[in-house]
């Protein structure tokens, strides 16, 4: 669903932000959510909804295609995004997976493939977008991260090391990267009902609504998070109301961590 071409507070207005893994989920949340407060944006997505996300937001948007997994990808969306915007402000990385898998149910091929998306990606990403945000005399990056970098669970082992990583990434970015005037913090989403995430929980469309209200009970402020939840964390983490905030990991979670 788009947002048009109505911008509430502008607060990022001018900026030029990428966010990766832009197309669907909370990806595509932030992205609606970063437009409407005027920022011009590029989504770099290796789903193909990426191209509908750019054209539902009736503003300057760019879409380009980027697996996650390849070096060469990210340079080419850094590229594409200066020769078409000039200018780079802001890195959001949600890109991710999360296959359920034990300890022994992780085979080689599962470990790198999530390992690859969600951490050595972000990694890509900063290599080829920092040069550039540098260049502007400063920025944000923000990262995706989850609660299960805390701790995790059994059955997301892979997953939960690869978001531990994740804030390691984040904290030695944020002190390496401010001589240069960039920001680097990390969200760490509570239960968002992504279509990933229903997907996994096998919850139909019809359902979701149903399983959300079942589901409530789970977190002390009583209701699962939604996209949008996340995205305004993101947005003001983006803006320059955070000029003063760097290597902080903040929870959207409805106090999930409490019971974590």
């Known amino acids: 669903m788009g947002i048009g071409v109505t911008q509430d507070q502008g607060q990022l207005s001018g900026k030029v932000v990428v966010v990766i893994g832009g197309a669907r989920g909370i990806g595509r949340g932030i992205a609606e959510r970063c437009a409407a407060e005027g920022a011009r944006l590029v989504i770099a997505d290796r789903d193909p909804e990426r191209d509908a996300v750019a054209l539902a937001l009736g503003h300057p948007a760019a879409a380009l295609p980027l697996d996650a997994r390849v070096a060469e990808d990210h340079e080419q969306v850094a590229a594409e ?10 890195l959001v990385y949600c890109a991710g997976i999360f296959p359920r898998a034990t300890l022994l149910e992780t085979d080689e091929s599962l470990w790198r493939s999530v390992l690859d998306t969600n951490l050595t990606g972000a990694f890509f990403a900063c290599r080829a977008i920092v040069p550039h945000i540098a260049a502007r005399g400063g920025g944000a990056i923000i990262t995706i991260g989850s609660l299960h970098a805390r701790r995790g669970s059994a059955n997301m082992l892979a997953y939960a090391v690869s978001k531990g990583g994740l804030v390691t990434l984040t904290r030695n970015l944020a002190g390496a990267l401010a001589p240069q005037g960039i920001r680097v913090n990390c ?11 229903m997907a996994v929980q096998h919850v139909g469309p019809d359902q979701a609504e149903r399983f959300s209200e079942e589901m409530a009970h789970t ?11 996340i995205a305004h964390a993101v947005v003001f983490l983006a803006s320059d109301q955070a000029a003063q905030v760097t290597a902080q990991i903040i929870d959207v979670d409805g106090g999930l961590g409490c019971r974590f």
Do not use: K
């Not at 995004?81 to 802001?90: K, L, Q």
């Not at 977190?219 to 939840?229: C, E, H, N």
């Open 81 to 90: 995004t200066m020769a078409r915007f000039g200018r780079i402000d802001v």
């Open 187 to 197: 969200v760490n989403p509570g239960w968002v009902l992504s279509e990933g995430e």
């Open 219 to 229: 977190i002390p402020l009583g209701r699962l998070q939604t996209a949008q939840d």
